[in-house]
């Protein structure tokens, strides 16, 4: 039988998980609206995290969905080169949830809160079939990184590693929690990816820092977005409209070439690279800078790689070869 009590009480195990207060708060959680300081604009984004859709009970532990439910929301964040300042929670409950569910839930989220030094400063409580959550996130940037906004000739970089995530979640599907036994480096990738906070915010300096040493704000373009979906369908939404892509993929972590090695695959290193292209879920950066900022965006990060240019035309090329694919959440 189900130990949740009533609204109030879960409510009131879910706060004291979370500290209720904040650098940037000004009034906390317990009133009709949370009170954030801001002092320009606000970086805002929202994501959904539902059960059977973007995880499964069988192989994610509590801990492990209440820490993801906040890192996908975080490395938005990032991508925006923002710092966090707050966050908000809107938790659906199934008929089989207890307090342990919500204790682990809570327990995985906090310990990343704290990581981020980010405060929940609000949120909501409903029923619903299965498990929901649903996170808000706010922030503020020196200088937003915008995707979209590159040129031909700017210079396309990475920061962080592609492809682990989607090999963690193959083989969770497949073998369940057993497979952190065999491969714990994909399945953690899976399971609780780390956003690229620091990463980020060091980039949105770099911007800022260019902009007034030239005296002109708009000048050193510097872009730059989350890879949720993939390099294959995240590169042409970096990049922007009309613009396209020459990349060289870089040598794939080992534990995907040992993945692709335990598939019986023939050429495992080319595999390996088309598993790291179509990817998915690793929150990793994906930039683009004008040429003469190259050199800084390598020293301000050292898990930088340089992947090629932008181009003219819309057509995005990965070792010399025309390609397309990665996630949508609606295809078939």
Not at 42 to 56: A, G, K, N, P, Q
Request: some cysteine; charged content about 25%.
């Amino acid at each position: 039988m189900s130990d949740l009590v009533s609204e109030d009480h879960i409510l009131a195990r879910i706060a004291s998980h979370f500290p209720n207060e904040g650098p940037d708060v000004l009034l906390g959680r317990g009133d009709d609206c949370a009170v954030l300081g801001v002092s320009g604009p606000l970086c805002v984004s929202t994501d959904l995290f539902m059960e059977d859709v973007h995880f499964r009970r069988s192989y994610f532990t509590p801990e492990d969905i209440g820490w993801k439910a906040l890192a996908v929301n975080l490395s938005d964040l990032a991508a925006d080169g923002a710092r966090p300042m707050g966050f908000t929670v809107g938790l659906s409950l199934p008929p089989d949830a207890d307090m342990a569910l919500v204790d682990g839930l809570c327990a995985g989220m906090a310990e990343l809160a704290a990581q981020a030094s980010v405060p929940l400063v609000g949120g909501d409580l409903s029923r619903a079939d299965k498990l929901h959550l649903c996170l808000t996130v706010f922030g503020q940037a020196e200088k937003t990184l915008l995707r979209g906004e590159a040129q031909p000739g700017d210079v396309i970089f990475l920061i962080g590693r592609t492809g682990l995530a989607r090999a963690g979640l193959l083989l969770l599907e497949e073998r369940g929690r057993a497979a952190l036994n065999e491969w714990p480096i994909p399945c953690e990738a899976h399971l609780r990816p780390a956003p690229r906070l620091k990463e980020g915010m060091r980039l949105s300096r770099l911007a800022a820092d260019w902009g007034r040493e030239k005296g002109d704000p708009t000048c050193g373009r510097l872009g730059l977005m989350d890879l949720s979906d993939g390099l294959a369908r995240d590169l042409p939404r970096l990049v922007g409209p009309g613009m396209g892509a020459d990349i060289d993929m870089p040598m794939p972590h080992t534990e995907i070439l040992r993945f692709m090695r335990s598939r019986n695959e023939a050429e495992p290193v080319a595999a390996a690279k088309r598993h790291a292209f179509l990817g998915g879920e690793d929150y990793a950066l994906i930039g683009t800078c004008s040429p003469e900022l190259a050199v800084h965006v390598m020293v301000a990060n050292a898990e930088t790689t340089m992947l090629g240019k932008v181009t003219e035309g819309g057509v995005i090329r990965v070792d010399g070869v025309p390609i397309s694919g990665g996630f949508d959440h609606f295809a078939g």
